[in-house]
């Protein structure tokens, strides 16, 4: 057993007010926490990792590099599938917060190693 205690977690902040946590995980999947300022979108980016997006609070809006979106609200979920460009943006007026999923798990290098 490897039991994370989120305060003692890993955690990034890629841009100011977007904070991710890194959950209990492994090489085939991992979890990261996350909270978004309203208004804050990720960058289009694309991952060999399939993600599953959660929104755990407030709303989200993922959108595809074809157009495609989709807004989740609380519970609400998405698949994303390998390699495929997309952005997650709180398109609400409150805090949203969600909970990553990737398959196989990942590790902060992503964003950190990541270049514009």
Do not use: I
Not at 17 to 31: H, I, K, P, T, Y
Not at 37 to 47: E, F, K, N, V
Not at 107 to 112: A, C, G, L, M
């Amino acid at each position: 057993m490897k039991p994370v205690d989120f305060d003692d977690a890993e955690t990034y902040e890629p841009d100011e007010g977007w904070r991710r946590v890194s959950m209990a995980g492994s090489d085939q999947f991992s979890f990261e926490w996350f909270e978004k300022p309203p208004g804050h979108s990720s960058p289009m980016h694309d991952h060999e990792n399939e993600q599953v997006c959660l929104c755990l609070e407030g709303e989200l809006t993922v959108t595809t590099d074809d157009g495609e979106s989709v807004t989740l609200e609380r519970y609400d979920s998405v698949l994303l599938e390998s390699d495929e460009p997309h952005r997650v943006e709180n398109t609400g007026d409150e805090l949203a917060v969600g909970l990553d999923v990737f398959a196989p798990g990942r590790s902060f290098d992503f964003w950190t190693d990541r270049e514009e």
